[in-house]
């Protein structure tokens, strides 16, 4: 596993926010649900793509908190430009699981 200077570490910013809604992406190419999460005041409603359909439906997701990559570049998915780049982790099986504070942060907070 190559290393990183701490330096490097610094410059992803990973912030919390919460999911305001969520809906089916059929347009994407792999199942994925759309996402809207606030990410507090500093930066304001991100949109993003999640291939997250086995564990997760877009009701049940609206007001979860979770953690995402904010200054990454917008990336074209399908007819949608995502914002941020949500996190997770693979389950035994490679679905997605997302990752979260857990306990209530308050959205933009910063990971560190």
Not at 70 to 98: K, T, W
């Amino acid at each position: 596993m190559a290393e990183i200077a701490f330096d490097d570490f610094l410059k992803v910013d990973i912030r919390a926010g919460t999911v305001t809604r969520a809906e089916p992406f059929p347009e994407a190419r792999k199942p994925a649900i759309r996402l809207w999460i606030d990410f507090g005041p500093e930066i304001g409603e991100k949109k993003s793509s999640a291939q997250i359909t086995v564990h997760y439906d877009p009701a049940t997701l609206v007001g979860r908190q979770v953690l995402a990559v904010v200054n990454f570049p917008p990336r074209q998915i399908g007819p949608m430009l995502s914002e941020v780049l949500v996190l997770g982790l693979s389950d035994a099986d490679g679905a997605i699981v997302l990752l979260a504070p857990d306990m209530p942060v308050p959205d933009g907070a910063r990971m560190h």
